[in-house]
């Protein structure tokens, strides 16, 4: 029997080994994790994260062929392959901080697996990288191994959250890159007939490793490049009456660009756009392409452009001030389907209402009341000018309550706004939020969620990202 162990047991390392286990019923996966909470979630019934099907894909495999543990070390030594699924967020400090990526984890994985093995490994980068990690960790592996023989593959995961399991299941590609050498391209097959159990061969792409490396940094960037491209264009739109839904509809109809990922938002967000991009610029800066690294800074740029611009929208409207007024939040995590908060716009829009002394009342169904707290506490990073930004104060905390539902969170407010996309905000009775909320009474939907006429004729004023505005929007001077 095949073993695999996989070394970090997050959004990444859980989901996609409980698949492979799945799929693959002659092999041995074990994922392991320094974190006992995290481990212990994950044998109980209610894992550490909120994934559609995931509790199936568990439930089935679990203690058949399918193992958490924070015995990293046994199943490191007793592993064929490795996969290495940890952290690898933006350095904070020191050389690079802001937007370097911060391989501590990462190194700290790999000089491990060359301390405890005793057999030859395959390696597997499934953190997304900079490009030539890989011969920085075949450095550490080899300079410590004594002698064993370890191959070095890079293997970077495109699942999306909220859709993990079906992007598994049916992955538009599987990306292997590996070293050149025939005991690279037999660590390369080895992988490669892993994933074949369930992935047409045809989806299977081999690569050497730096372009396999690249390829995920660049198709993040891509990604995120769409969104701020129709990000930017909403904000053209509702300076000329123009509607973002129209334009990105006709603009998706080429088949040069496709309709996917062209949805105007208040921001992308999540633990890997920003930071991978960040990541890309350094290495742009690193390699003399100051040119190169400064478009792509742009994509971010335009991100946050787009979250202070929905602030200022939401406080201008409301006569330049939100002191005191109840304004209920729909939606904190980054996307639906997900409880992920990591880089949420949600975070950036409620510390600038608190910031304009309004009183939050918060709403979402995965993410828990500490986990909001946490995240308007924290102390974040200023990507830019590497400094850190203030958290929200312990003062500011007490003008944020929690609500059960939507319903609570719109009562006596002065203004509801949309933040993250959940399938029950569209089926949400607004004639009895109306009723029951200050006139006049204001929706901001940051991810074009409702229904702007329908809403307006029950009398809401109504501010759609990227669509025509109320007269009385327009009639209040923003400074965007
Ligand atoms: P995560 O933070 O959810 O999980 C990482 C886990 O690694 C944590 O549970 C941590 O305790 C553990 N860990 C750290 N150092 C360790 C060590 N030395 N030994 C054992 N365990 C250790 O991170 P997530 O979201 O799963 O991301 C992992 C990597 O995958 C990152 O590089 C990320 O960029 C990449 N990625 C993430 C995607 C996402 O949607 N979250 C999608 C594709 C790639």
Redesign the pocket.
Known sequence: MVKICC???????GPTMAVIALKCPSIEVAV????QP?ISAWNSDHLPIYEPGLDDVVKQCRGKNLFFSND?EKHVAEADIVFV????PTKSQGLGAGKAADLT?WE??AR?IADVSKSAKIVVE???VPVKTAEAIEKILTHNSKGINFQILSN??????GTAIQDLFNPDRVLIGGRETPEGLKAVQTLKEVYAHWVPEERIICSNLWSAELSKLAANAFLAQRISSVNAMSALCEATGADVSQVSHAVGKDTRIGPKFLNASVGFG???FQ??ILNLVYICECNGLPEVANYWKHVIKINDYQKARFVNRIVSSMFNTVSGKKIGILGFAFKKDTGDTRETPAIDVCRGLLVDKAQLSIYDPQVSQDQIQKDLTMVKFDWEHPVLLKPASPTALKQVSFAWDAYEASKDAHGICFLTEWDEFKTLDFQKIYDNMQKPAFVFDGRNVVNPDKLRQIGFIVYSIGKPLDQWLKDMPAVL
């Open positions: 070394i970090g047991a997050g959004y990444v390392g392991v994790d320094i974190s995290r990293v699924s940890v952290n690898t984890y700290s994985a491990m499934k953190s997304t970077p995961e495109f699942l999306a959250e999540g633990s890997c930071k991978d």
